[in-house]
């Protein structure tokens, strides 16, 4: 159940434990229509936000906020919520960038503005290599889309 609803975030309770979503109101005069961040999901308690949340949780969480939002008569979009796998990136740790040469922070896939078509999947742990260039110091970006290429 939406316990805390306000123009950037919501919170809902769910199995005891209390998650936030951000999003952002489009235009509070029409009641609270929404965009939801579906990539922007973590517990409420400050002392958890960093632990993962497993993807059937986060999945049942971000159906339920629908079911009630559209009951309220929200109207909602979910941005990142593609019914791709949800795949705990660096959000929750706030490492959503790393320069080259470093150990990637979180499995999945990154891209740098270096290099055109740089989208490449790293392990966690696996060294970011560097595309050189004339652009400067390579920085690895996590990709908020995390859905892999699709075969033309």
Same mark, same amino acid.
């Given at each position: 159940m939406i316990t805390y609803m306000t123009p950037s975030r919501i919170e809902f309770e769910f199995n005891g434990e209390s998650y936030t979503v951000h999003g952002e109101a489009l235009d509070p005069s029409f009641g609270m229509d929404y965009v939801i961040y579906a990539d922007?999901?973590?517990?409420?308690?400050?002392?958890?936000? #960093?632990?993962?949340?497993?993807?059937?949780?986060?999945?049942?969480?971000?159906?339920?906020?629908?079911?009630?939002?559209?009951?309220?008569?929200?109207?909602?979009?979910?941005?990142?919520?593609?019914?791709?796998?949800?795949?705990?990136g660096?959000?929750?740790?706030?490492?959503?960038?790393?320069?080259?040469?470093?150990?990637?922070? #979180?499995?999945? /896939?990154? /891209?740098?503005? #270096?290099?055109?078509?740089?989208?490449?999947?790293?392990?966690?742990?696996?060294?970011?290599r560097s595309v050189g260039g004339d652009y400067g110091a390579t920085i690895w970006q996590w990709d908020q889309n995390q859905a892999p290429p699709k075969l033309s």
């Amino acid at each position: 159940m939406i316990t805390y609803m306000t123009p950037s975030r919501i919170e809902f309770e769910f199995n005891g434990e209390s998650y936030t979503v951000h999003g952002e109101a489009l235009d509070p005069s029409f009641g609270m229509d929404y965009v939801i961040y579906a990539d922007d999901f973590h517990f409420t308690d400050a002392t958890k936000e #960093a632990q993962p949340i497993s993807v059937d949780v986060r999945r049942r969480v971000l159906d339920a906020i629908k079911i009630e939002l559209s009951s309220k008569g929200t109207r909602f979009e979910v941005e990142g919520d593609d019914g791709a796998p949800v795949v705990e990136g660096p959000s929750s740790s706030g490492a959503s960038r790393c320069e080259a040469n470093q150990p990637c922070p #979180a499995q999945g /896939f990154w /891209f740098t503005p #270096a290099q055109a078509g740089s989208r490449k999947y790293f392990n966690a742990g696996e060294v970011m290599r560097s595309v050189g260039g004339d652009y400067g110091a390579t920085i690895w970006q996590w990709d908020q889309n995390q859905a892999p290429p699709k075969l033309s």
